[in-house]
């Protein structure tokens, strides 16, 4: 049987912030749609720091950088991944529009999109929306949205952690 081992940090081939900011832009932003918990937006950054998301857009409530919490969680992803803020999601998704990206809200809706069959379009810019823990995107964001995603569940919950929706949703963009 041949023994595995943990790679070393050193091994991993991360690239550094500076770095990081020089990669080509992968057509993909991120909004939090008055997200509560500043550990989930921390999340947020790690989750967008890995797939190369090109920046958070915190919208409201959302709490931005510089945080303990949101560093705790982030590991210093805040730093590599951009991050703006506006009062009002509605305003943030009206504004990515202007610039040419497609408004996705992942959400449970009447016409939503199951995940696993989404294919997102080539060269196409995304930006997916994510919700509040309790209440979800916002009404009015999803109205203004192009469509929206809906990630598969079996079991008796009907929803999950918000920053576990995000890496699932940053994944299967990835890979596809």
Known sequence: MTKDRKLLNIELGRVTAEEYARL??????VVLDNVRSAYNVGSAFRSSDCFKVD????????AVPPSAEIHKTALGAELSVPSIHYESTLEAVRELKKQGYAIVSVEQTVNSRKLGEFVPDAGARYALVFGNEVAGVSQEVVDESDFSLEIPQFGTKHSLNVAVSAG???WEFHRK
């Open 168 to 170: 699932i949703v940053l």
């Open 24 to 29: 080509p832009e992968s057509g993909l932003v």
């Open 55 to 62: 920046r958070l857009v915190l919208c409201g409530i959302t």
